[in-house]
Structure formats: C-alpha cells, structure tokens
C-alpha cells in the first residue's frame, strides 16, 4: 500500500507480540496481494487486464470492496468512481510512473471514455464482475480502511478486547485503554509537517473514539505545482481535473474504516456545500477543514459536533 501501520493493542493471554505482529501482516498482505494497483498479479490487476466482455470469478475480500465501492459511487452521482484509474495514471498519480504535469485536454477525453462505474457489473450468486472492456479499477480510496478492519477482525478473533488500529493515517479502535480512557487521536493540520504530528499546533483537534474508525483524506501530500498552480490527487471523474476548490481535508467518523475512508474522496470532489449538503442528508459525521483568506476554516456536520460535545463532556472533570 505504500505506506507504514501500526497497533497498540491490550494482548489477550497466551499470544506472543510477534504472533500478533505476523497475524496482523498477514491480515494486510491479502488486501495489498487482492487489490494492489502496482501488483500485476493482484487480483484487481488481472480483473483489469481481463478481456472485454468476460466475467471475472473475485476473491470474497475484493468483491466485499467492489461491491461498496459501487455503491458509494451510485449514490454520490459519480463524484466517487472506482473506475477513475485512467485519469488518476494520466495526471501523474497513479502506478505508470507518468510525468506530474497537466495533459493535453485530448488525453483527458481518452482517458474519461474508458471510466464510468455504471459499466461494471456484478453477480452476487457467483461473486462475478463483469469487465466491459478498458475498465481499470483503483479502490486505493477504500481498499486502505478496509485493510484497517480486516486487522480489527483479526484481533477480535484473537481474542484482544482493546485495540488501536492504523494504518497510512486511517484509524478504528475497540474498547478503552488499560486505564478506562478511550482511544484518543488526533487529527492533523493540513499544513502539519509531514508523518505523525507530535506537537498539539499541529492538530486540528483531538477526538475519543469509541468502538469507532476515523479516515482523513488531504489534497496536502499528493500534490504538485505547475507554473504557479497546484494539482492535487483528487480527480473529479465528472470533468476528469482535479478539484480545484478549497476543501483541505475532510475527516470522517463511521463504524467502520471501509465505510469511512471512500467517503473523504467523495467529499472532497463534492466541494464544502455540496459535501456538506451530502454529510447532512446522509447523516455522517464529518469535519471539513477548509482553506480560506483568512486560514484555516473547520465545519462541523451536526453528527460530527454531537461526537465531539459527548467526548468533551466525558474528558471533562466532574464536578463535586
């Protein structure tokens, strides 16, 4: 994936750290073997060489993964595509390695005839996807939060009652930390120095979670600067630019990591009132951090808001 992860976890008896360790890589490997885009034998990178017209047979994780991703594609009209590899490869971002400059408006036309996640279509009863001929998927918006669950589920099974879970930034936790506190984490500045912040200046805040995941998605690492202009990762699959709005990060909190992690892209393409619009109907919990004159500006989505007011409420001292 490209990326580092760690857990803090409370060790239920019986196990070694390093079997856990082992556990919890083999959990990662099956996601990054599945649905890699740099992997040409990954299962993902074979769907997307397949023959037009074929139906291809995924592994349960894949399909589990797909099958959202579509879903989250559907009802966002298509700010969120699965099927956007061909325009994140031509500007730069993707597996090919290509020059980071702005192409031609042709190549962007070329490259928006081969995605539309409508065109790809799937059979439960047999676990099939169908590959219409051209499509390149890249779940590297959701295949990350689910790796992050997938390791959660391991420790479940392991029989670990307490666990803090991250991977590339996405975080889930389960129960409370030795001492009853929640699993607390912090949510980075846009312009915080790049890896872990360490200093409080450099968070946007600091949240409790509890039996919760959090995904962060930033136009602030995948970027580059052409002739005075910036683009980010974030492709608009409608247009097939980069968003040029001013959404900074977008932090989601939901049940579960796969839930949450596409969600951020899909904001972030939506801009601040649509994505805000989308938050509120849908009833997500989201906290946008938006680029203005003046700074940075946070908007809170009333779900979001009600997460932070409990939190604060138990971190604060009862009162005598």
């Given at each position: 994936m490209g990326t580092t992860w760690s857990v803090r976890v409370v060790p239920p008896a019986g196990i070694s750290p390093g079997e856990l360790q082992r556990g919890i890589q083999a959990e990662l490997d099956k996601v990054d073997g599945q649905m890699s885009t740099?992997?040409?034998?990954?299962?993902?990178?074979?769907?997307?060489?397949?023959?037009?017209?074929?139906?291809?047979v995924l592994p349960p994780e894949f399909f589990a993964v797909l099958r959202y991703a579509l879903e989250v594609a559907r009802d966002s009209g298509g700010a969120?595509?699965?099927t956007v590899g061909p325009l994140v490869n031509l500007w730069g971002f993707g597996p090919d390695r290509r020059p980071r400059e702005p192409p031609s408006a042709e190549a962007i036309a070329q490259a928006r005839a081969r995605i539309g996640w409508a065109k790809v279509k799937l059979d439960p009863a047999?676990?099939?996807?169908?590959?219409?001929?051209?499509i390149t998927l890249d779940l590297s918006a959701v295949a990350k939060g689910y790796g992050v669950d997938q390791v959660g589920r391991y420790l479940d099974r392991a029989g670990a009652a307490a666990w803090l879970v991250e991977v590339g930034g996405e975080l889930k936790a389960r129960g409370r930390k030795p001492d009853g506190s929640p699993w607390r984490v912090g949510i980075e500045r846009p312009d915080a120095a790049d890896g872990a912040p360490d200093r409080a200046d450099e968070l946007v805040d600091v949240i409790g979670l509890r039996d919760q995941a959090i995904a962060t998605s930033g136009d602030y690492r995948h970027v580059y600067e052409d002739h005075g202009r910036y683009y980010s990762h974030h492709i608009d699959p409608r247009s097939g630019w980069p968003v040029p709005h001013e959404v900074a990060s977008v932090s989601v909190l939901a049940a579960d990591c796969m839930t949450a992690d596409p969600l951020g892209t899909t904001l972030s393409v939506l801009g601040p009132e649509r994505g805000m619009?989308?938050?509120?109907r849908h009833g997500l919990a989201v906290l946008l951090v938006l680029r203005t004159a003046k700074g940075f500006v946070q908007r809170m989505s009333p779900a979001f808001a009600a997460a932070v007011a409990a939190d604060r409420q138990e971190a604060a001292p009862s009162l005598p």
């Amino acid at each position: 994936m490209g990326t580092t992860w760690s857990v803090r976890v409370v060790p239920p008896a019986g196990i070694s750290p390093g079997e856990l360790q082992r556990g919890i890589q083999a959990e990662l490997d099956k996601v990054d073997g599945q649905m890699s885009t740099y992997k040409p034998q990954s299962a993902l990178s074979r769907y997307n060489r397949a023959a037009a017209g074929s139906w291809q047979v995924l592994p349960p994780e894949f399909f589990a993964v797909l099958r959202y991703a579509l879903e989250v594609a559907r009802d966002s009209g298509g700010a969120y595509d699965p099927t956007v590899g061909p325009l994140v490869n031509l500007w730069g971002f993707g597996p090919d390695r290509r020059p980071r400059e702005p192409p031609s408006a042709e190549a962007i036309a070329q490259a928006r005839a081969r995605i539309g996640w409508a065109k790809v279509k799937l059979d439960p009863a047999t676990r099939r996807a169908y590959q219409p001929g051209g499509i390149t998927l890249d779940l590297s918006a959701v295949a990350k939060g689910y790796g992050v669950d997938q390791v959660g589920r391991y420790l479940d099974r392991a029989g670990a009652a307490a666990w803090l879970v991250e991977v590339g930034g996405e975080l889930k936790a389960r129960g409370r930390k030795p001492d009853g506190s929640p699993w607390r984490v912090g949510i980075e500045r846009p312009d915080a120095a790049d890896g872990a912040p360490d200093r409080a200046d450099e968070l946007v805040d600091v949240i409790g979670l509890r039996d919760q995941a959090i995904a962060t998605s930033g136009d602030y690492r995948h970027v580059y600067e052409d002739h005075g202009r910036y683009y980010s990762h974030h492709i608009d699959p409608r247009s097939g630019w980069p968003v040029p709005h001013e959404v900074a990060s977008v932090s989601v909190l939901a049940a579960d990591c796969m839930t949450a992690d596409p969600l951020g892209t899909t904001l972030s393409v939506l801009g601040p009132e649509r994505g805000m619009a989308y938050a509120r109907r849908h009833g997500l919990a989201v906290l946008l951090v938006l680029r203005t004159a003046k700074g940075f500006v946070q908007r809170m989505s009333p779900a979001f808001a009600a997460a932070v007011a409990a939190d604060r409420q138990e971190a604060a001292p009862s009162l005598p």
